[in-house]
């Protein structure tokens, strides 16, 4: 097999959705490895190195949720897609404080699932060339340095390692510093859409990033009330 071609875990119990999921993802050029429960994914998650995860939250022997909870202990970088045939917005909140980077309601189109997995294996850096290289990637934010290509933010004290949403959630706060973003701004730039969901997300992502500049009064991320985010970096 082409070892070239972007490597996904793909994990789903329902046996023709799989099938026919993993025969069209093939078609069009990914190496697809697919596991039919949680405990054959973590195993499999642990021996192999993947670009991308596509999740399912409904599994046997280990649900979606504790999956990517393990996932995230060994790769803080993967991206992890889940798909879930659940509306209910506490699911869809509850992947993303685990980790997640994108949620798929079912039924979904394989063209659907392709693009988000197109926008994540470009971001990832799976293909050769990255415009990251030609680009700023190293920003000082108070007592802390947030290198975009290397997903880290780190001062003398503490290491964070980001998901890539959050490194670009974090760049476009940065790039904007003392200044009112608004949040449908930040959701198609970052998320490339705008819904309620996604929008609920958001919080989670500003809530995550908050607890990383916890130790740094300097830093600040205000929410201002039916606009957006105010991304305030005091200056000694």
């Known amino acids: 097999m082409d070892s070239k071609k972007p490597r ?15 025969d069209n993802l093939q078609k069009r ?5 697919l596991c039919e429960d949680g405990l054959t994914a973590a195993q499999t998650f642990q021996k192999q190195k993947f ?11 280990i649900d979606g949720f504790a999956l990517a909870q393990k996932m995230r202990d060994k790769d803080k970088h993967v991206p992890i897609i889940f798909l879930t045939a659940k509306s209910m917005l506490e699911d869809k909140l509850q ?36 415009t990251v290289t030609e680009e700023k990637h190293i920003y000082l934010i108070g007592s802390y340095t947030f290198d975009f290509k290397e ?29 009112v ?21 958001l919080d989670v992502f500003i809530s995550r990033l908050r607890k990383m500049f916890a130790d740094d009064a300097s830093v600040e991320i205000e929410n201002v009330r039916g606009v957006g985010f ?4 005091k200056e000694d």
């Open 8 to 22: 996904i875990l793909y994990v789903e119990d329902d046996v023709n959705l799989g099938f026919v999921t993993k």
């Open 29 to 33: 050029g990914l190496d697809i490895t």
């Open 51 to 61: 670009d991308l995860v596509i999740l399912d939250v409904m599994l046997p022997k």
């Open 95 to 130: 992947g993303f404080k685990l980790g997640g980077d994108d949620y798929i309601t079912k039924p979904f189109s394989i063209d659907e699932l392709t693009h988000k997995i197109d926008v994540f294996l470009k971001r990832s850096k799976v293909f050769a060339q990255s």
């Open 151 to 179: 997903l880290t933010l780190s001062n003398q004290t503490n290491t964070h390692t980001l998901t890539i949403r959050e490194a670009e959630l974090l760049r476009m706060l940065t790039i904007n510093r003392n200044q």
């Open 181 to 201: 973003v608004r949040r449908e701004s930040i959701l198609h730039q970052v998320w490339g859409e705008d819904n309620y969901y996604i929008g609920r997300s």
């Open 230 to 233: 105010k991304f305030s970096v």
